[in-house]
Protein backbone atom coordinates (compact mmCIF):
# COMPACT_ATOMS: atom_id res chain seq x y z
CA UNK A 1 0.00 0.00 0.00
CA UNK A 2 1.29 3.55 -1.27
CA UNK A 3 2.89 5.16 2.35
CA UNK A 4 0.97 8.02 1.96
CA UNK A 5 -2.65 6.36 1.67
CA UNK A 6 -1.75 4.31 4.16
CA UNK A 7 -1.36 7.04 6.89
CA UNK A 8 -5.05 8.09 5.61
CA UNK A 9 -6.15 5.03 6.37
CA UNK A 10 -4.78 5.27 9.97
CA UNK A 11 -5.53 9.20 10.40
CA UNK A 12 -9.63 7.51 9.60
CA UNK A 13 -9.61 5.15 11.98
CA UNK A 14 -8.32 7.68 14.67
CA UNK A 15 -11.19 9.89 13.69
CA UNK A 16 -13.60 6.74 13.71
CA UNK A 17 -12.64 5.78 17.31
CA UNK A 18 -12.79 9.20 18.37
CA UNK A 19 -16.01 10.12 16.67
CA UNK A 20 -17.40 6.47 18.48
CA UNK A 21 -16.24 7.71 21.80
CA UNK A 22 -17.81 11.15 22.05
CA UNK A 23 -20.73 10.02 20.62
CA UNK A 24 -21.19 7.69 23.67
CA UNK A 25 -21.18 11.13 26.01
CA UNK A 26 -24.29 11.38 25.53
CA UNK A 27 -26.33 9.80 28.13
CA UNK A 28 -30.49 9.82 28.76
CA UNK A 29 -30.09 12.10 31.52
CA UNK A 30 -27.75 14.54 29.27
CA UNK A 31 -29.04 17.92 28.86
CA UNK A 32 -30.58 18.58 25.71
CA UNK A 33 -27.89 21.74 25.00
CA UNK A 34 -25.48 19.63 25.61
CA UNK A 35 -26.60 16.35 23.31
CA UNK A 36 -26.90 18.82 20.38
CA UNK A 37 -22.94 19.94 21.08
CA UNK A 38 -21.90 16.65 21.47
CA UNK A 39 -23.76 15.79 17.87
CA UNK A 40 -22.15 18.91 16.08
CA UNK A 41 -18.66 17.68 17.22
CA UNK A 42 -19.49 14.06 15.91
CA UNK A 43 -21.29 15.10 12.54
CA UNK A 44 -17.53 17.64 12.16
CA UNK A 45 -15.18 14.70 13.38
CA UNK A 46 -17.09 12.27 10.65
CA UNK A 47 -17.09 14.79 8.39
CA UNK A 48 -13.24 15.17 8.19
CA UNK A 49 -13.05 11.24 8.33
CA UNK A 50 -15.16 11.59 5.09
CA UNK A 51 -12.00 13.96 3.48
CA UNK A 52 -9.95 11.83 4.12
CA UNK A 53 -11.59 9.21 2.65
CA UNK A 54 -11.90 10.73 -0.19
CA UNK A 55 -8.21 11.76 -0.77
CA UNK A 56 -7.39 8.36 -0.23
CA UNK A 57 -9.42 6.78 -2.85
CA UNK A 58 -8.38 9.14 -5.07
CA UNK A 59 -4.41 8.46 -4.69
CA UNK A 60 -5.62 4.56 -5.15
CA UNK A 61 -7.47 5.37 -8.21
CA UNK A 62 -3.88 7.73 -9.28
CA UNK A 63 -1.81 4.50 -8.40
CA UNK A 64 -3.57 2.05 -10.15
CA UNK A 65 -3.74 4.31 -13.43
CA UNK A 66 0.49 4.56 -12.86
CA UNK A 67 0.43 0.53 -12.51
CA UNK A 68 -1.42 0.39 -15.76
CA UNK A 69 1.52 2.30 -17.44
CA UNK A 70 4.25 1.26 -16.15
CA UNK A 71 3.23 -2.19 -17.05
CA UNK A 72 3.95 -1.69 -20.86
CA UNK A 73 7.23 0.25 -20.54
CA UNK A 74 10.49 -1.98 -19.75
CA UNK A 75 12.22 1.34 -19.01
CA UNK A 76 9.95 1.94 -16.01
CA UNK A 77 11.83 1.25 -12.48
CA UNK A 78 11.59 -1.24 -10.64
CA UNK A 79 8.43 -0.93 -7.56
CA UNK A 80 8.29 -0.84 -3.98
CA UNK A 81 7.96 -5.00 -4.03
CA UNK A 82 11.08 -5.44 -6.16
CA UNK A 83 9.51 -6.53 -9.00
CA UNK A 84 9.15 -4.62 -12.38
CA UNK A 85 5.73 -3.61 -13.51
CA UNK A 86 4.02 -5.69 -15.88
CA UNK A 87 5.92 -9.10 -15.01
CA UNK A 88 4.11 -11.64 -13.55
CA UNK A 89 2.83 -14.78 -13.82
CA UNK A 90 2.99 -16.52 -17.50
CA UNK A 91 -0.16 -15.54 -19.16
CA UNK A 92 -1.44 -13.00 -21.34
CA UNK A 93 -0.96 -10.25 -19.54
CA UNK A 94 2.82 -11.43 -19.54
CA UNK A 95 2.49 -11.50 -23.57
CA UNK A 96 1.21 -7.91 -23.11
CA UNK A 97 3.87 -6.43 -21.40
CA UNK A 98 6.82 -8.11 -23.72
CA UNK A 99 4.68 -6.57 -26.76
CA UNK A 100 4.76 -3.75 -25.34
CA UNK A 101 8.67 -3.41 -24.69
CA UNK A 102 8.79 -4.84 -28.22
CA UNK A 103 7.25 -1.71 -29.51
CA UNK A 104 8.72 1.00 -27.14
CA UNK A 105 12.54 -0.68 -28.08
CA UNK A 106 11.83 0.55 -31.95
CA UNK A 107 11.64 -3.30 -33.03
CA UNK A 108 15.13 -3.67 -31.84
CA UNK A 109 14.82 -6.90 -29.49
CA UNK A 110 18.44 -6.58 -28.35
CA UNK A 111 17.14 -3.99 -26.07
CA UNK A 112 14.07 -6.19 -24.54
CA UNK A 113 14.58 -8.01 -21.30
CA UNK A 114 15.60 -11.75 -22.77
CA UNK A 115 12.55 -13.32 -20.78
CA UNK A 116 9.98 -11.02 -22.86
CA UNK A 117 12.27 -11.72 -25.95
CA UNK A 118 11.70 -15.75 -25.44
CA UNK A 119 7.47 -15.09 -24.88
CA UNK A 120 7.29 -13.22 -28.07
CA UNK A 121 9.19 -15.49 -29.63
CA UNK A 122 7.03 -17.71 -27.88
CA UNK A 123 3.83 -16.63 -29.19
CA UNK A 124 0.47 -16.91 -28.05
CA UNK A 125 0.41 -20.83 -28.43
CA UNK A 126 2.80 -20.86 -25.39
CA UNK A 127 1.60 -18.48 -23.39
CA UNK A 128 -2.63 -19.11 -23.74
CA UNK A 129 -2.87 -22.05 -25.85
CA UNK A 130 -4.41 -20.19 -28.54
CA UNK A 131 -3.65 -20.81 -32.26
CA UNK A 132 -0.86 -19.19 -34.45
CA UNK A 133 -1.14 -20.72 -37.77
CA UNK A 134 1.59 -18.08 -38.88
CA UNK A 135 4.41 -15.30 -38.04
CA UNK A 136 5.59 -12.90 -40.09
CA UNK A 137 9.49 -13.01 -40.50
CA UNK A 138 10.27 -9.85 -42.96
CA UNK A 139 12.52 -8.54 -41.09
CA UNK A 140 15.49 -9.26 -38.85
CA UNK A 141 13.48 -8.32 -35.35
CA UNK A 142 10.88 -10.70 -36.90
CA UNK A 143 6.99 -9.90 -36.37
CA UNK A 144 4.79 -10.69 -33.62
CA UNK A 145 1.28 -11.39 -32.69
CA UNK A 146 -0.42 -8.41 -30.77
CA UNK A 147 -2.51 -9.17 -27.39
CA UNK A 148 -5.07 -11.29 -27.52
CA UNK A 149 -7.09 -7.96 -26.31
CA UNK A 150 -6.63 -6.52 -30.08
CA UNK A 151 -7.53 -9.80 -31.36
CA UNK A 152 -11.16 -10.43 -29.40
CA UNK A 153 -11.75 -6.28 -30.32
CA UNK A 154 -11.06 -7.13 -33.73
CA UNK A 155 -13.13 -10.41 -33.99
CA UNK A 156 -16.28 -9.06 -32.16
CA UNK A 157 -16.01 -5.48 -34.62
CA UNK A 158 -15.89 -8.15 -37.93
CA UNK A 159 -19.04 -9.37 -36.13
CA UNK A 160 -21.09 -5.64 -35.78
CA UNK A 161 -19.77 -4.62 -39.08
CA UNK A 162 -20.31 -7.81 -41.24
CA UNK A 163 -23.71 -9.83 -40.12
CA UNK A 164 -22.79 -12.76 -42.66
CA UNK A 165 -19.75 -13.45 -40.63
CA UNK A 166 -22.22 -13.92 -36.91
CA UNK A 167 -22.42 -16.88 -36.15
CA UNK A 168 -26.10 -16.06 -34.46
CA UNK A 169 -27.16 -15.13 -38.57
CA UNK A 170 -25.30 -18.39 -40.35
CA UNK A 171 -24.32 -21.77 -39.68
CA UNK A 172 -20.45 -21.43 -38.25
CA UNK A 173 -17.98 -24.44 -38.83
CA UNK A 174 -14.35 -23.72 -37.15
CA UNK A 175 -11.38 -26.09 -38.73
CA UNK A 176 -7.66 -25.46 -37.61
CA UNK A 177 -6.60 -26.30 -41.69
CA UNK A 178 -7.68 -24.81 -44.51
CA UNK A 179 -8.74 -28.62 -46.81
CA UNK A 180 -11.50 -28.76 -48.46
CA UNK A 181 -14.97 -30.11 -46.49
CA UNK A 182 -17.55 -31.42 -48.13
CA UNK A 183 -20.92 -30.51 -47.05
CA UNK A 184 -24.35 -33.15 -48.72
CA UNK A 185 -27.04 -31.43 -49.42
CA UNK A 186 -30.34 -32.80 -49.75
CA UNK A 187 -33.99 -31.22 -50.88
CA UNK A 188 -37.17 -34.06 -49.90
CA UNK A 189 -39.46 -31.30 -49.55
CA UNK A 190 -41.19 -32.04 -52.50
CA UNK A 191 -41.16 -36.13 -52.42
CA UNK A 192 -44.01 -37.77 -50.26
CA UNK A 193 -44.77 -40.99 -49.25
CA UNK A 194 -45.98 -43.30 -51.29
CA UNK A 195 -49.90 -44.68 -51.29
CA UNK A 196 -51.04 -47.88 -50.16
CA UNK A 197 -51.58 -50.58 -52.70
CA UNK A 198 -54.12 -52.47 -50.12
CA UNK A 199 -53.99 -55.21 -48.01
CA UNK A 200 -50.83 -57.83 -48.57
CA UNK A 201 -49.87 -55.65 -51.64
CA UNK A 202 -45.90 -55.43 -51.20
CA UNK A 203 -44.73 -52.62 -51.15
CA UNK A 204 -43.17 -50.42 -54.31
CA UNK A 205 -39.66 -50.38 -54.71
CA UNK A 206 -39.04 -48.89 -57.93
CA UNK A 207 -36.49 -46.28 -56.92
CA UNK A 208 -38.85 -43.71 -57.62
CA UNK A 209 -38.99 -42.33 -54.17
CA UNK A 210 -35.19 -42.74 -53.48
CA UNK A 211 -33.25 -39.26 -51.98
CA UNK A 212 -30.94 -37.45 -53.94
CA UNK A 213 -27.95 -36.22 -52.49
CA UNK A 214 -25.70 -33.68 -53.75
CA UNK A 215 -22.78 -32.15 -51.84
CA UNK A 216 -21.52 -28.22 -51.91
CA UNK A 217 -17.55 -27.73 -50.85
CA UNK A 218 -16.12 -25.12 -48.51
CA UNK A 219 -12.27 -23.68 -49.37
CA UNK A 220 -10.64 -21.48 -47.22
CA UNK A 221 -9.46 -18.26 -48.88
CA UNK A 222 -7.49 -15.61 -47.44
CA UNK A 223 -8.09 -12.12 -47.17
CA UNK A 224 -6.14 -9.17 -45.12
CA UNK A 225 -6.15 -5.76 -43.94
CA UNK A 226 -3.39 -4.43 -45.59
CA UNK A 227 -0.74 -2.78 -42.95
CA UNK A 228 -2.19 0.06 -41.30
CA UNK A 229 1.01 2.18 -40.32
CA UNK A 230 1.29 3.43 -36.36
CA UNK A 231 3.50 6.07 -35.16
CA UNK A 232 6.25 5.65 -32.57
CA UNK A 233 4.34 8.55 -30.72
CA UNK A 234 1.33 6.99 -30.23
CA UNK A 235 2.89 4.15 -29.85
CA UNK A 236 4.53 5.22 -26.78
CA UNK A 237 1.61 7.84 -26.16
CA UNK A 238 -1.40 5.65 -26.21
CA UNK A 239 -0.36 2.01 -26.17
CA UNK A 240 -3.25 0.67 -24.31
CA UNK A 241 -6.02 3.01 -25.93
CA UNK A 242 -4.51 1.84 -29.05
CA UNK A 243 -5.73 -1.44 -28.90
CA UNK A 244 -9.25 -0.60 -29.03
CA UNK A 245 -8.89 2.06 -31.58
CA UNK A 246 -6.53 -0.71 -33.81
CA UNK A 247 -9.35 -3.41 -33.09
CA UNK A 248 -12.49 -1.80 -34.08
CA UNK A 249 -10.16 -0.66 -37.05
CA UNK A 250 -8.94 -3.68 -38.45
CA UNK A 251 -11.90 -5.24 -37.46
CA UNK A 252 -14.32 -2.47 -39.91
CA UNK A 253 -12.24 -2.88 -42.60
CA UNK A 254 -12.01 -6.95 -42.11
CA UNK A 255 -15.37 -7.36 -41.77
CA UNK A 256 -16.71 -5.20 -44.55
CA UNK A 257 -14.70 -7.44 -46.45
CA UNK A 258 -16.12 -10.82 -45.24
CA UNK A 259 -18.97 -9.75 -45.02
CA UNK A 260 -19.33 -7.95 -48.97
CA UNK A 261 -17.46 -11.84 -49.59
CA UNK A 262 -20.18 -13.73 -48.13
CA UNK A 263 -22.84 -11.75 -49.56
CA UNK A 264 -21.98 -11.08 -52.93
CA UNK A 265 -18.86 -13.33 -53.67
CA UNK A 266 -18.87 -14.93 -56.77
CA UNK A 267 -18.02 -18.31 -55.94
CA UNK A 268 -15.10 -18.66 -58.36
CA UNK A 269 -12.10 -18.25 -56.39
CA UNK A 270 -13.75 -16.83 -54.15
CA UNK A 271 -17.09 -17.46 -51.54
CA UNK A 272 -20.53 -18.29 -52.80
CA UNK A 273 -22.16 -15.41 -51.43
CA UNK A 274 -25.79 -15.60 -49.81
CA UNK A 275 -27.25 -13.36 -52.69
CA UNK A 276 -24.99 -14.85 -55.57
CA UNK A 277 -26.51 -18.80 -54.30
CA UNK A 278 -30.12 -17.60 -53.52
CA UNK A 279 -32.98 -18.72 -55.63
CA UNK A 280 -35.22 -16.47 -57.04
CA UNK A 281 -38.14 -15.79 -55.07
CA UNK A 282 -40.16 -13.05 -56.32
CA UNK A 283 -39.96 -10.60 -59.17
CA UNK A 284 -40.83 -7.21 -58.36
CA UNK A 285 -43.37 -5.15 -61.23
CA UNK A 286 -41.23 -2.29 -60.97
CA UNK A 287 -37.32 -1.32 -61.37
CA UNK A 288 -36.79 0.60 -58.23
CA UNK A 289 -39.25 -0.13 -56.03
CA UNK A 290 -41.09 -3.07 -53.60
CA UNK A 291 -44.56 -3.61 -52.45
CA UNK A 292 -45.27 -5.18 -49.34
CA UNK A 293 -47.29 -7.39 -51.44
CA UNK A 294 -44.40 -8.50 -52.99
CA UNK A 295 -42.63 -9.12 -49.73
CA UNK A 296 -45.31 -11.16 -48.67
CA UNK A 297 -44.69 -12.93 -51.60
CA UNK A 298 -41.35 -13.93 -51.18
CA UNK A 299 -41.74 -15.19 -47.75
CA UNK A 300 -44.04 -17.68 -49.51
CA UNK A 301 -42.27 -18.81 -52.18
CA UNK A 302 -39.72 -20.45 -49.53
CA UNK A 303 -41.49 -23.69 -48.68
CA UNK A 304 -43.20 -23.52 -44.97
CA UNK A 305 -40.47 -26.41 -43.92
CA UNK A 306 -37.73 -23.79 -43.81
CA UNK A 307 -39.84 -21.09 -42.36
CA UNK A 308 -39.86 -22.22 -38.92
CA UNK A 309 -35.64 -22.72 -38.23
CA UNK A 310 -34.15 -20.81 -35.48
CA UNK A 311 -32.68 -18.63 -37.92
CA UNK A 312 -35.53 -17.56 -40.19
CA UNK A 313 -34.88 -14.13 -41.31
CA UNK A 314 -35.19 -11.27 -43.59
CA UNK A 315 -31.41 -9.32 -45.19
CA UNK A 316 -31.91 -5.96 -47.05
CA UNK A 317 -30.22 -2.97 -46.90
CA UNK A 318 -30.76 0.09 -44.88
CA UNK A 319 -32.14 2.39 -47.46
CA UNK A 320 -34.53 -0.84 -48.87
CA UNK A 321 -35.83 -1.32 -44.72
CA UNK A 322 -36.40 2.76 -44.96
CA UNK A 323 -38.05 3.02 -47.86
CA UNK A 324 -40.39 0.09 -46.72
CA UNK A 325 -41.59 1.39 -43.31
CA UNK A 326 -43.07 4.32 -45.51
CA UNK A 327 -45.40 1.86 -46.92
CA UNK A 328 -48.72 2.50 -46.42
CA UNK A 329 -52.33 0.64 -45.58
CA UNK A 330 -55.23 2.06 -46.89
CA UNK A 331 -56.03 4.32 -43.64
CA UNK A 332 -52.93 5.73 -44.02
CA UNK A 333 -51.42 3.71 -41.25
CA UNK A 334 -47.85 2.63 -41.14
CA UNK A 335 -47.27 -1.21 -41.93
CA UNK A 336 -44.13 -1.54 -40.18
CA UNK A 337 -44.05 -1.96 -36.60
CA UNK A 338 -41.48 -1.59 -34.10
CA UNK A 339 -41.22 -3.53 -31.07
CA UNK A 340 -41.78 -2.56 -27.90
CA UNK A 341 -38.62 -1.88 -25.81
CA UNK A 342 -39.96 -1.61 -22.44
CA UNK A 343 -41.94 -5.02 -22.73
CA UNK A 344 -38.45 -6.39 -24.15
CA UNK A 345 -40.04 -6.97 -27.43
CA UNK A 346 -37.56 -6.99 -30.52
CA UNK A 347 -38.28 -5.19 -33.79
CA UNK A 348 -39.20 -7.45 -36.25
CA UNK A 349 -40.01 -7.14 -40.38
CA UNK A 350 -43.08 -8.91 -40.98
CA UNK A 351 -43.26 -10.33 -37.78
CA UNK A 352 -39.73 -11.88 -38.48
CA UNK A 353 -36.26 -10.98 -37.63
CA UNK A 354 -34.08 -9.22 -39.81
CA UNK A 355 -30.20 -8.00 -40.51
CA UNK A 356 -29.30 -4.37 -42.28
CA UNK A 357 -26.52 -5.76 -44.95
CA UNK A 358 -25.06 -3.45 -46.61
CA UNK A 359 -23.42 -4.98 -48.98
CA UNK A 360 -26.31 -5.68 -50.71
CA UNK A 361 -28.21 -3.63 -53.61
CA UNK A 362 -30.50 -0.74 -52.78
CA UNK A 363 -33.85 -0.07 -54.85
CA UNK A 364 -31.99 2.45 -56.80
CA UNK A 365 -28.98 0.05 -57.83
CA UNK A 366 -30.37 -1.06 -61.21
CA UNK A 367 -32.85 -3.50 -63.07
CA UNK A 368 -32.72 -7.31 -61.79
CA UNK A 369 -30.89 -6.11 -58.10
CA UNK A 370 -31.35 -8.86 -56.11
CA UNK A 371 -32.74 -6.45 -53.54
CA UNK A 372 -34.21 -8.77 -50.20
CA UNK A 373 -33.69 -12.01 -49.02
CA UNK A 374 -35.75 -14.29 -47.05
CA UNK A 375 -35.59 -17.50 -45.81
CA UNK A 376 -33.42 -19.95 -43.19
CA UNK A 377 -29.98 -18.72 -43.15
CA UNK A 378 -28.82 -21.87 -40.89
CA UNK A 379 -28.48 -23.52 -44.17
CA UNK A 380 -25.91 -21.07 -45.26
CA UNK A 381 -22.43 -22.57 -43.72
CA UNK A 382 -19.27 -19.89 -43.39
CA UNK A 383 -16.09 -22.08 -42.79
CA UNK A 384 -13.38 -20.18 -40.24
CA UNK A 385 -10.24 -21.15 -40.34
CA UNK A 386 -8.57 -20.97 -36.82
CA UNK A 387 -8.73 -17.66 -35.07
CA UNK A 388 -8.15 -14.39 -37.37
CA UNK A 389 -4.69 -13.57 -37.37
CA UNK A 390 -2.83 -10.63 -36.31
CA UNK A 391 0.25 -9.16 -37.37
CA UNK A 392 2.79 -6.10 -35.90
CA UNK A 393 6.02 -5.77 -37.69
CA UNK A 394 8.87 -2.79 -38.10
CA UNK A 395 10.73 -2.54 -40.95
CA UNK A 396 12.99 0.62 -42.76
CA UNK A 397 8.95 1.55 -44.25
CA UNK A 398 7.27 1.80 -41.11
CA UNK A 399 10.43 2.60 -38.73
CA UNK A 400 10.60 3.88 -36.28
CA UNK A 401 6.52 3.23 -35.95
CA UNK A 402 5.59 -0.05 -37.04
CA UNK A 403 2.67 -1.81 -38.56
CA UNK A 404 -0.29 -4.25 -37.76
CA UNK A 405 -2.42 -5.73 -40.19
CA UNK A 406 -5.15 -8.86 -39.88
CA UNK A 407 -5.98 -11.70 -41.15
CA UNK A 408 -8.40 -14.44 -42.16
CA UNK A 409 -9.43 -17.86 -43.87
CA UNK A 410 -12.76 -18.26 -44.38
CA UNK A 411 -15.44 -19.73 -47.11
CA UNK A 412 -19.09 -19.84 -47.91
CA UNK A 413 -21.90 -21.78 -49.35
CA UNK A 414 -25.54 -22.24 -48.87
CA UNK A 415 -25.79 -25.74 -48.54
CA UNK A 416 -29.88 -25.76 -49.95
CA UNK A 417 -30.77 -23.08 -52.49
CA UNK A 418 -34.26 -24.17 -52.08
CA UNK A 419 -33.68 -22.50 -47.94
CA UNK A 420 -33.15 -18.96 -49.05
CA UNK A 421 -34.34 -16.69 -51.97
CA UNK A 422 -34.55 -13.59 -53.24
CA UNK A 423 -36.62 -10.79 -54.09
CA UNK A 424 -35.29 -8.90 -57.30
CA UNK A 425 -36.32 -6.15 -59.46
CA UNK A 426 -38.05 -5.90 -62.59
CA UNK A 427 -35.64 -6.39 -65.23
CA UNK A 428 -37.15 -3.58 -67.67
Do not use: C
Request: glycine content about 10%; cysteine-free.
Amino acid sequence: MDPQVKELREQQARILTNARAKFDEIKDDTPEDRASEIEREFDAMMADHDKLGQRAERLERMDTAKRALDAGDHRRPLGNDGERRGAGAEGDLTYRSAFHQYLQAEGNVALMDADAREILRAGFSKVDGAEKRAQTTSNTAGGYTVPVELQNILIKSMAMWGPMYDENVATEIVTTGGYEIDIPTVNDTAVTAGASGGEGVTLTDDGGKDVTFSQKVLNAYAFDTEWVRVSKELADDSIFAMETLLGELLGERLGRLANTQLTTGSGSSAPNGIVTASAQGKVAASTSAITWDEVIDLEHSVDPAYRAGPKVRYMFHDTTLQALRKLKDGDGNYLWQMGDVQRGIPATFNGRAYSINQAMAELDSGVSSKVMLFGDFGKYYVRKVGSVLIGAIQDKDFWPGFGVAGYARFDGELGDTAAVKHLALAAS
